[in-house]
């Protein structure tokens, strides 16, 4: 993983046949020489930022004036009760909200410089470059080695070699290679769910991605399990751009960097606040963030948001 971070990515190249995700040039605009391009420093991974932000359903809005900047390379963990937004907000980074139904998306979000929300963005290569994982473990219905190599051949990687190269370097990365290194053809529904979910963040970074949201990605593991998923988060920190969405604020503050935290009112979910994790932990400047994050109930009024 390490040394692709050097290199562009096919996905800032643009897919395979899917027109680059990043515009060309105009004709006659200078070029980078060579020389200049070599001493450019190497792609990281991107921030990410949503600004003005609506989602709706049918014309009912969920999220609104949703404002928030996610540092590059850290882990930033999104917090807030349910129905709060905070899967939808995850959802438009790869822009998994167009795949339900009437959900309507205005605003801005990018992903670097990249614009998500423009008709012009190659999804393909948009959803290989933000990979999600899930709160409940949803590998495919096939064998440990296909979960990996289906989404590889899908995104254009050939050659039973990389193929295998590329197998192996992912489950190593979650610290399943030598779990199951001699069932490959096993199928993941054998896995225990603390190993399915690994295999699911195998599944993900395979694809080389620059991003990782994770929803709740403990909710459904015993604490050793999710203990072991911590632990990966934590030593993704600066390989990429991570937002966890968490109901376990002790998790929160052990993973993120950043905070933010939503709050949702008359079903509208909205920021409170965000910033640094230590600062806002223990220094929160909004009533709702402060009482959240202390365990208490809420029950002052509206949030003052919008
Ligand atoms: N597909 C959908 N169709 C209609 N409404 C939806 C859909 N998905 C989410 N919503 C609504 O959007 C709001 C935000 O939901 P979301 O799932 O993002 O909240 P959340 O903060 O992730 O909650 P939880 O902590 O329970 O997972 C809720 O009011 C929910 O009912
Ligand atoms: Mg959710």
């Known amino acids: 993983m390490a040394s692709s971070r050097a290199r562009p990515m096919l996905s800032e190249r643009g897919a395979a046949g899917s027109g680059p995700a990043v515009e060309a040039p105009p004709p006659g605009a200078p070029r980078c020489s060579p020389a200049a391009a070599a001493a450019l420093p190497p792609l990281g991974p991107p921030p990410l930022a949503v600004r003005e932000l609506q989602v709706a359903f049918a014309g009912r809005p969920v999220l609104e004036g949703l404002t928030l900047a996610l540092p590059a390379g850290r882990v930033s963990a999104i917090v807030g009760p349910s129905g709060a937004g905070k899967t939808t907000l995850l959802s438009c980074f790869n822009r998994l909200t167009e795949l339900l139904p009437d959900c309507q998306v205005r605003g801005s979000v990018r992903v670097g410089e990249q614009e998500v929300l423009q008709p012009r963005c190659d999804v393909v290569a948009l959803r290989r470059r933000v990979g999600m994982i899930f709160q409940r473990p949803n590998p495919f219905p096939f064998s440990i080695r296909k979960n990996l190599v289906l989404p590889l051949r899908e995104h254009g990687v050939r050659g039973r070699e ?29 896995l225990s769910g603390g190993q399915q ?3 699911c963040i195998a599944r993900a970074i395979a694809l080389e991605p620059q991003v990782l949201l994770f929803d709740e990605p403990t909710a459904a593991l015993d604490p050793l399990a999710a203990g072991v998923i911590e632990d990966l988060i934590a030593g993704m920190r600066g390989r990429y751009t991570i937002a ?4 376990d604020l002790g998790q929160a503050r052990r993973l993120a960097d950043h905070l933010a935290v ?4 008359r079903g ?3 920021l409170v606040e965000a910033g640094p994790a230590a600062r806002v932990f223990d220094r929160p400047r909004h009533p709702v963030a402060a009482a959240y994050l202390a365990g208490r109930r809420w029950d002052g009024g509206a949030t003052g948001g919008g």
Do not use: C, F, K, M
Not at 164 to 189: D, F, K, N
Not at 262 to 265: A, V
């Open 162 to 190: 990389e193929l295998q190269a590329r197998v192996e370097r992912a489950l190593r990365a979650v610290g399943l290679w030598e779990e199951v290194r001699e069932r490959l053809e096993a199928p993941a529904s054998t």
């Open 197 to 199: 979910q690994r295999l």
């Open 244 to 247: 966890v969405v968490t109901h």
């Open 262 to 265: 939503l709050w949702p009112e």
């Open 268 to 270: 509208i979910g909205r």
